[in-house]
């Protein structure tokens, strides 16, 4: 089982996270943010990786540290998991529709960690996350996961549906990359080699 866990504790933010790649998309999930939790909770369940995260943060000042620093333990966490990355399929990709909302995302676990964001809201805020911090968090986890991410809403209007469809194109083309191919052995999937 490819299983790992994060404890993360700095002034701002104490982190335990511990995710299954090979799970059913069981999750346990408190930031203390509730939209965030919700949009986790997307990730882990349409990705199919079982993920518990607890995060105590400085939620007086503001969601800045706890967004970034629970991407930060989620991405080092999937790396972890990931180990050497043996035999996995690498890349990627899915639309997810939502009602009027339509986001394309594709990624590939090349350890070379990159944000392309083509995203874009009308509203500061959802619920109690600014939504300022969704591409900071997308961004903080595909340095840590060490993903090349391109996420790109190609339309919508409600910001809650553009912000759900781009986790749930995230949860979709992570699954696909983190499966293992049959066809692939234990090959690291690479022709360097390594990744």
Excluded: C
């Amino acid at each position: 089982m490819r299983i790992a866990t994060i404890n993360r504790s700095t002034a701002e933010t104490r982190i335990d996270v511990t995710v299954n790649l090979d799970g059913t998309g069981v999750y346990a999930i408190s930031t203390g943010i509730g939209f965030l939790d919700h949009m986790i909770e997307q990730l882990s369940r349409h990705g199919l990786i079982d993920i518990d995260l607890k995060v105590a943060g400085d939620l007086h000042i503001d969601g800045h540290h706890t967004a970034e620093d629970s991407a930060l333990a989620l991405g080092q966490a999937i790396a972890k998991a990931l180990g050497d990355k043996r035999g996995i399929r690498r890349y990627g990709d899915a639309l997810s529709p939502m009602d009027e909302t339509l986001t394309r995302v594709a990624l590939d676990i090349s350890g070379r960690p990159w944000l392309v964001w083509k995203t874009q809201f009308t509203m500061t805020r959802l619920g109690d996350l600014d939504t300022e911090l969704i591409e900071h968090w997308f961004h903080s986890f595909a340095q840590t996961a060490g993903l090349t991410l391109h996420v790109e809403t190609l339309y919508g209007q409600n910001n809650h549906h553009i912000v759900e469809s781009a986790f749930k194109g995230l949860a979709r083309s992570l699954r696909a990359a983190v499966e293992i191919d049959p066809r692939k052995g234990d090959a690291i999937p690479s022709t360097k080699g390594m990744l």
